[in-house]
C-alpha cells in the first residue's frame, strides 16, 4: 500500500509539473513550444524524483506489526457442564487469572477439561485452577491443568 501511494504521488508531481510549466509564461521560460515542453519535462522529472526519493525511504520503512496484549488477569472464568449418553463435552480455560471447571458425566459421555495457557502468545497459565468432576456408568473424563513457563524461557 505504501508503494502504491509513493508511485502515484511521483506521477502525480510529474504530471502537474509539466502542465503548470506550460501554462505559466515567465521572463524567464522558453518562449518556443519545443523548447518549453523540454524544460517542463525537464523540471518535472527533477521534482518527480524528489518526491519518489522521499517517499521511498518512508516506504522501504518496516511498518510495526500489531502487537497482541492478553486481557487483563483479574477475571474468574467458571464452566460448568452435564454430559450425558453418549455426548462429548470441551472445556478449555485460559486468559483468566482462576479458571474453575465443573463437570458432571454419565452412561457413555466423554468430558474433556483444560486449564490451557489461554491466549496464544500468553507465556503462563492461570494463577490457580479448580476442576471438579463426577462421573457414572461408562462416562469417561479427562483433566489437565496448565503447563506453566518460568519467565525469560
Request: aromatic fraction near 6%; charged fraction near 20%; include cysteine.
Amino acid at each position: 500500500m505504501r508503494w502504491t501511494i509513493a508511485g502515484g504521488a511521483t506521477i502525480v508531481t510529474f504530471g502537474v509539473c509539466v502542465a503548470v510549466v506550460r501554462a505559466l509564461t515567465w521572463s524567464w521560460l522558453p518562449t518556443e513550444d519545443g523548447a518549453r515542453l523540454d524544460t517542463a519535462l525537464a523540471f518535472a522529472a527533477i521534482a518527480a524524483t524528489a518526491v519518489l526519493a522521499g517517499l521511498s525511504w518512508w516506504a522501504t520503512r518496516e511498518q510495526q506489526a500489531p502487537t497482541l496484549t492478553p486481557p487483563p488477569r483479574t477475571r474468574t472464568l467458571v464452566q460448568t457442564a452435564t454430559a450425558a449418553g453418549s455426548s462429548t463435552v470441551k472445556q478449555t480455560g485460559g486468559g483468566a487469572a482462576q479458571v474453575e471447571q465443573h463437570a458432571e458425566a454419565s452412561d457413555e459421555a466423554r468430558v474433556f477439561q483444560s486449564g490451557g495457557r489461554g491466549l496464544r502468545g500468553l507465556r503462563t497459565g492461570p494463577e490457580r485452577i479448580e476442576q471438579r468432576a463426577e462421573a457414572s456408568g461408562y462416562s469417561r473424563i479427562e483433566q489437565s491443568g496448565c503447563e506453566r513457563t518460568a519467565e525469560g524461557a
